[in-house]
């Protein structure tokens, strides 16, 4: 299995800006699907954005135009540009990877997100 190990995550005030990492403990060359989602207090765990190797991407609506995910595939990383930010933003953000290499997906141990004036 992978290991996925996320950082960046803080405190931010509203229109603020955070950028995520998530690095991957190896590559996984094709066949995969890696990114984001997120759970706020009381809420179901929702997509944020994820990244194909064929690099189509796709994005929760709520954060389309403000978010933007991109990989280093030589860092086996893939980070989260969060701009914009705003107070329902704020959630636990987990990475995610998914691959038919793996046996199941693979979930990094999260980081927290919060935006408040």
């Known amino acids: 299995q992978v290991q996925l190990v996320e950082s960046g995550g803080g405190l931010v005030q509203p229109g603020g800006s955070l950028r995520l990492s998530c690095a991957a403990s190896?590559?996984?060359?094709?066949?995969?699907?890696m990114g984001w989602y997120r759970q706020a207090p009381g809420k179901q765990r929702e997509l944020v954005a994820l990244m194909r190797d064929d690099a189509i991407t796709t994005y929760g609506d709520s954060v389309k135009g403000r978010f933007t995910i991109s990989e280093d595939n030589a860092k086996n990383t893939v980070y989260l540009q969060m701009n914009s930010l705003k107070p329902e933003d704020t959630a636990v953000y987990y990475c995610y990877l998914a691959s038919r290499w793996l046996t199941g997906p693979s979930w990094g141990q999260g980081t927290q997100v919060t935006v408040s004036p």
């Open positions: 190896r590559s996984i060359f094709s066949d995969y699907t």
